[in-house]
């Protein structure tokens, strides 16, 4: 069991390590709120070196108290619905971002086991909040395991939506950034379209325009010539 375990952390490590990369790409940082898995998020990421640098802090929140003073979770979304579901999961997420100043929140709430905890919701059961300051998401999984091998399970489900938002995110702002850009040289091209057909008007009316210089003097004679005026008293 105990080798077991070292080799769930490794591969902890390693899916927390291309999250890190990610947030390092572009200079963001990350706060965690959990519940069931009592801190082991926060563990996992700040066992990498330089951590410091993109982890601004965590919260562990059991209570549904500490849920609601802690990360401004709705007292009456947590009454209705319990702790476990998508909504406290976004919640818990973007109520860490706000308080910490982190680009990125990301929480867990689940039951671990080996008991309901009064809940009729199976035991196993997790959903992983994510949120930025221009979106938001929640993800949910089931498991079945021991208590401590659901609290893994949970802490590699989370990092690896994180992930998966993070990587989805930066398509959609990749595709509107594609389609402003496209947007952009096709106004380009109509308003080069229009100057070009102003210019050949211009042209056109200047050509056959009957008022022009050439049209009035005599052959020869300068414009405004006095010479050429019968003046008169």
């Not at 319990?82 to 910490?100: H, T």
């Not at 989805?168 to 100057?195: C, D, G, H, P, Y």
Request: net charge negative.
């Amino acid at each position: 069991m105990g080798t077991r375990h070292y080799l769930m952390d490794e591969e902890a490590q390693a899916i927390a390590t291309r999250l890190v990369r990610r947030l390092r790409e572009v200079g963001a940082t990350i706060t965690v709120a959990e519940s069931c898995t009592g801190g082991l998020l926060a563990s996992t990421l700040t066992d990498i070196a330089g951590a410091s640098e993109w982890f601004e802090q965590s919260w562990v929140c059991y209570s549904y108290e500490s849920k609601i003073v802690e990360l401004e979770v709705e007292a009456d979304l947590l009454e209705t619905k319990g702790a476990v579901n998508a909504q406290v999961a976004i919640q818990m997420a973007d109520g860490a971002r706000k308080r910490s100043g982190a680009d990125l929140g990301l929480s867990i709430t689940g039951i671990a086991g080996p008991a309901q905890d009064d809940s009729n919701k199976p035991v196993g059961l997790v959903y992983v909040g994510i949120a930025s300051k221009h979106w938001a998401n929640a993800e949910s999984v089931q498991f079945g395991g021991t208590r401590f091998e659901n609290k893994i399970a949970f802490v590699h489900f989370a990092l690896q939506t994180a992930i998966d938002c993070w990587d989805n995110a930066k398509i959609r702002v990749e595709k509107i950034l594609e389609k402003e850009a496209q947007a952009a040289a096709e106004k380009a091209v109509i308003l080069a379209r229009s100057e070009a057909e102003r210019s050949r008007r211009a042209a056109a009316a200047k050509a056959g325009a009957p008022w022009q210089d050439e049209a009035w003097q005599d052959p020869g004679k300068a414009v405004g010539d006095d010479e050429a005026i019968d003046w008169k008293e």
